[in-house]
């Protein structure tokens, strides 16, 4: 049944957009502030302690309609309705998709999904999680020689990774008293390599974060640490110096993870979704009990926002529609985040795989080819780090792209005055996306410094700024966990609603299977490069190279 719903291309709101588009690219964003002098109150949105600023995206109020008869026509209200009570969506893998039931508070009726009171499941395996977090924290929970953690390692990849690195910088301003925590992802050992070097081994924690507890690069991390803890310690210290998170307690079991000392997933949650489960067990360890449940808090309210607000006062439909129009109808074909503040570094990093690993596909639920763009290419790096990289291009390069700006009031290191400095960069690069510089004002600025009439005349090119990129900027007091638990959850639901109107399926990943198959054939003709035999000529030179090179 799901297989049959329909994409945004089948409805006639879509025809509508098609037809607005025209008019819209031909309309600069100087002319949309001209038109409505209140455009800021007309297009801007305060929810959930955030405020969602689109006036500098080329979308007029009039538009507003169009997007929520999208919206219906698409069904979204029961569509979103089915992800929440845990109808199998993830249908080529025969799923539901149930992260937001990994935040629910515990109010309210039961839910119960295949017979399962679904909430009771998540409240013990929290409770247990936190319980072990809070210990290892305050020093409980101590180490083969009796010593408390002060390191604790999260080995994972991908949403076992990101996810959680992302949080434990952004929320760095909350982790005082706790245990240093420190990310390895990277097959090629480096990372490990080096956390090694300085730590104490009686000191420091593994947790080993994987859904499947089969993928390769946190395999081979693990075992390599494992390794290294033995070789330090003995055999016999190995469980006290190992937590795991997975589905597949077996191998939980095989690996010698401390009997207690292991959390449960389940097929439901996605790895990229999954920072609300047990999975975020660092960033617990980190932030501390309190801290996890208002992050936990501040998604639910991001959800409850998302199943009630209507259309157009619905920050992730809204961002969803923004996000489609700039892809579909204006033709830009990534976006990229720009987060003013240091602590969301990996911020774009964690967004690539949300987005891109959700909607980065081309075939339609029922299967068939998807018939437009679908996910954009999300990019990006800290603000003002990226005005001294990047920026050039967007401001005057042939290829334009859509922005979303991320920027809290206050610091998040107590740096007030120079929190002021990045607002103030950050708006200043807001308004020079949306207006540019035109060559009136170029010319008048260069007259007033003297510079003589024929030299105008050639500088006048290379110093118009065309304006017309597309922003939104979203604003918010500061960034504590509950706000960073309320971005999260808005981007989940923003690229929930994106794979609606695409008619793709946003849960399943299976074009990144075949280069793990490959590898694994491949694994031990890096190895031993004499036993490959029919390779193509491109790998036999590649193997040659590293036979004759390695040393
Ligand atoms: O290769 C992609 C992927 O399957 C992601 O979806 C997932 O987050 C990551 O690998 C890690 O998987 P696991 O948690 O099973 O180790």
Known sequence: MTNK?????????????AAAAPAAQARSTRELFAADSARFAHCSLQAAGLLFDYSRQRVTPKMMPTFAALADQLGLRERIAAMFRGDAINSTEGRAVLHTALRRGAAGTPLIVGGENIDALVHSERQHMLAFAEAVRAGGIRSSAGEPFSLVVNIGIGGSDLGPAMA?????????????????????????????AGADPRRTLFVICSKTFTTLETRSNALAARSWLQAQLGAAAVPAHFAAVSVNSKAMDEFGVHPEYRFALWDWVGGRYSIWSSIGVSLAIAIGRANFEAFLAGAAEMDQHFQGAPWAA???????????????????????????????????????????ESNGKSVRLDGSPASTATCPVIWGEPGNNAQHSFFQLLHQGSERAAIDFLLPVNSSCDSQPQQDLAIANCLAQAEAFAFGQTPEQVSADLSRQG?????????????????????????????????????????????????????????????VELGKKLCDTIVPLVQKPETAGNVTSSLRGALDFVARERG
């Open 168 to 196: 434990v910088e952004a929320l760095r301003q909350y982790t005082a008293g706790a245990p240093r925590v420190a990310f390895v992802s990277n097959v090629d050992g480096c990372q490990l390599t080096d956390i090694v």
């Open 451 to 511: 510079v003589p009439a024929a030299r105008i005349a050639e500088l006048l090119p290379h110093k118009v700024h065309p304006g017309n990129r597309p922003s939104t900027l979203l604003m918010f007091p500061r960034l504590d966990p509950a706000t960073l638990g309320r971005l999260i959850a808005l981007y989940e639901h923003k690229v929930f609603v994106q794979s609606v109107v695409w008619g793709i399926n946003a849960f399943d990943q299976w074009g």
């Open 314 to 356: 619905n920050l992730p439909v809204l961002a969803a529609m923004l996000g489609v129009w700039n892809v579909n109808f204006l033709g830009l074909p990534t976006l990229a985040v720009l987060p003013y503040d240091q602590r969301l570094a990996r911020f774009s990093a964690y967004l690539q795989q949300l987005e891109m």
């Open 5 to 17: 719903l329909p994409a945004g291309p089948d409805c006639p709101a879509w025809a509508q957009l």
